[in-house]
């Protein structure tokens, strides 16, 4: 018979992570437009440079899921409460290039709040974002609010909110 294994307590949200097709663009990006403060980086880490675990699994299948990987990473403080991982994987050689639409399986966005939806638009759109048209929230607990959702440099989806 089993047991259950006791909860643990879930603290906060360490860090969210985006692969990225270019790391040094992603990153200037995200420092220079946005703000963020580089942390640290690590890699290119090679599963062809890493002993193979016990089992003879490279460490990048081990522990990443991705067998045969190659990546560099750089992790970010984006805001006071957010660190923002951006990875650059070079290998495997199948890898996707194409970013899931926000209702795919994986589908995603980084929302950000700004003191002022207007000129968020203005500057982030010169800053290469595409902006879709702006939410209007005329009621509910939201009421009085707007937000409008971009796509970064990159093909992210953001979501600008007030």
């Known amino acids: 018979m089993s047991?259950?294994?006791?909860?643990?307590?879930?603290?906060?949200?360490?860090?969210?992570?985006?692969?990225?097709?270019?790391?040094?663009?992603a990153l200037a990006f995200y420092r220079d437009v946005i703000g963020g403060e580089e942390l640290f980086r690590l890699g290119p880490l090679?599963?062809?440079?890493?002993?193979?675990?016990?089992?003879?699994?490279?460490?990048?299948?081990?522990?990443?899921?991705?067998?045969?990987?190659?990546?560099?990473?750089?992790?970010?403080?984006?805001?006071?409460?957010?660190?923002?991982?951006?990875?650059?994987?070079?290998?495997?050689?199948?890898?996707?290039?194409?970013?899931?639409r926000n209702c795919d399986r994986g589908g995603h966005h980084l929302a950000l709040r700004v003191d002022d939806v207007d000129k968020a638009?203005?500057?982030?759109?010169?800053?290469g974002c595409t902006a879709m048209e702006i939410i209007h929230i005329e009621e509910g607990p939201l009421a009085g609010k707007k937000n409008v959702y971009m796509t970064d440099p990159f093909g992210h989806s953001l979501e600008i909110v007030d």
């Open 3 to 25: 047991t259950n294994p006791e909860k643990p307590q879930f603290l906060a949200v360490d860090h969210i992570s985006w692969t990225v097709p270019d790391l040094e663009e």
């Open 121 to 127: 638009i203005a500057y982030l759109t010169a800053h």
């Open 46 to 100: 090679d599963a062809a440079d890493i002993p193979l675990d016990a089992q003879g699994r490279d460490w990048m299948a081990t522990h990443v899921n991705v067998p045969g990987a190659r990546l560099t990473l750089v992790m970010m403080k984006l805001t006071d409460n957010l660190n923002f991982q951006l990875v650059q994987y070079d290998k495997p050689v199948d890898r996707r290039q194409d970013v899931p």
